[in-house]
């Protein structure tokens, strides 16, 4: 049989190509493909041998009990976990370097080991030493943790195996390395690799396992996507090292809602978690200010007041700017488009910014009517009312749609303080919410109403 050739392995996308190449078909990515050794190929002719337990089969009217869950005392994670840790599931945070995460994680197992359960925290990028002398930074130098600072796969499962903890906490997936894969730590196949091993861990064990996972400059994490996939839950750790609030978001929870959101703010003593993120995210807004608008928004299940501010300017320059921070640049030319095309309101010739405060990153399309009523407030140079709350999406028509959850929006802008809110026409708001409503059919209705334009 003739020996296999070496095999050459997308990093950012997972893609196998026969030859080396400078540029990935699949992903489009430049310089990404890497040399790394084929896998052993078994016995030739040995079949798999069948197995002794036939599958079990049930029907769709079976019930079984929900997973049982333990809270870890820190709210905004339980909350992002889908309400606390679930035995048996595996994990995966991504964010930032220096954004938090192992502090994050360092804080959670020591709640997790105040539980009753028992933890393990492996560190693959820093000593125990370091370890120590974080927990100690944070008030946590007492708790019932254990540390291993270990980069090799097979040691840290035999380990693992005999101490058998409720908890397990990898940091990073992208530092293990296995001498059964014949590459570099951190390449496709050793994180593949690495995190099928540890997730099968988790469902054998019945361990919760936490991966720690490096992001690329795109802010994905890095390595295959196929990783994603192997685990329940994928977390990202968000903000900006100029903000002090930290956004914890679920994009993947086979065990609670997915775009869940926990908001903690970075102190001096570790990361202490936001009961009111509403309040901190409008905190320090000036009132009546052009070009600032207050959005409704939801994010998972938790509805968010936030504050989105705009600037319109002539430009200097033949071709004018656009710069977004916590928004689709896409989303933003098209409002433009629309807002020149249906009101006959032109932006030519103005630089444009528009920024969202807080370091919070907006998603749902109900923020088109809030970007669009701070674009308006800015070029005119007159301020919406300081108790007004916007939200709704617009069509390339001009129309308005109304957007889902319009009663839990106005109950938090009553909450606090705001007292009316405009919205499209048609949307299920309840009464008693205490906000009044100003309904508007198209985007030319709103901006004539509150600005005397178009």
Request: charged fraction near 20%; proline fraction near 6%; glycine fraction near 12%.
């Amino acid at each position: 049989m003739a020996k296999a050739g070496p095999v050459y392995v997308c990093a950012e996308c997972g893609a196998v190509h026969a030859k080396w190449s400078g540029r990935c078909d699949a992903c489009g990515a430049w310089n990404s493909i890497h040399e790394e050794a084929p896998a052993a190929p078994g016995p030739g002719g040995v079949r798999l041998p069948r197995s002794h337990r036939a599958a079990i089969l049930t029907d769709l009217s079976s019930t079984e009990a929900p997973p049982p869950r333990t809270l870890s005392g820190i709210g905004e994670l339980d909350r992002v976990l889908g309400g606390g840790l679930v035995p048996g599931s595996a994990i995966l945070v991504g964010g930032d370097p220096g954004i938090g995460k192992s502090t994050l994680l360092l804080q959670a197992a020591a709640a997790f080991a105040g539980s009753g359960l028992k933890c393990v925290y492996v560190s693959g990028e820093e000593a125990s030493a370091q370890v120590r002398m974080r927990a100690g930074r944070l008030g946590l130098g007492q708790a019932n943790v254990q540390l291993a600072a270990e980069t090799d796969l097979t040691g840290i499962l035999t380990m693992l195996d005999a101490e058998r903890p409720d908890l397990v906490i990898i940091d990073s997936i992208q530092t293990m390395w296995s001498d059964a894969v014949g590459s570099a730590p951190g390449s496709v196949s050793q994180v593949r690799s690495a995190a099928h091993e540890l997730a099968g861990f988790a469902k054998r064990r019945g361990s919760a396992v936490v991966l720690v996972g490096h992001v690329t400059k795109e802010g994905q994490i890095a390595g295959p996507r196929v990783v994603e996939h192997m685990v329940d839950t994928v977390l990202y750790f968000e903000g900006e090292r100029g903000h002090q609030f930290r956004i914890l978001r679920s994009v993947k929870n086979r065990f609670g809602p997915a775009d869940e959101i926990g908001v903690f703010e970075m102190t001096g003593g570790g990361l202490a978690e936001v009961q009111n993120p509403s309040a901190l995210f409008l905190s320090g807004r000036e009132e009546r200010a052009p070009g600032s608008s207050v959005f409704a928004g939801i994010e998972g299940t938790r509805p968010v007041l936030v504050e989105i501010q705009a600037l319109v300017a002539p430009s200097p320059h033949s071709q004018a700017r656009r710069a977004v921070v916590g928004w689709d640049g896409a989303r933003l030319a098209m409002i433009l488009a629309v807002m020149e095309a249906r009101v006959g309101l032109p932006f030519t010739g103005l630089d444009v910014y528009l920024n969202v405060a807080g370091g919070l990153r907006i998603s749902e399309p109900a923020a088109d009517l809030a970007v669009a009523a701070a674009l308006l407030s800015a070029r005119e140079d007159a301020a919406l009312p300081a108790d007004m709350v916007v939200f709704g999406e617009i069509s390339l028509s001009g129309a308005l749609r109304p957007v889902s959850q319009t009663e839990n929006r106005l109950k938090e802008a009553q909450k606090l303080g705001f007292s009316q809110a405009a919205l499209p026409e048609r949307s299920k708001a309840a009464e008693g919410t205490g906000v009044a409503l100003r309904s508007v059919p198209d985007l030319a209705a709103f901006a004539g109403s509150m600005f005397g334009a178009g």
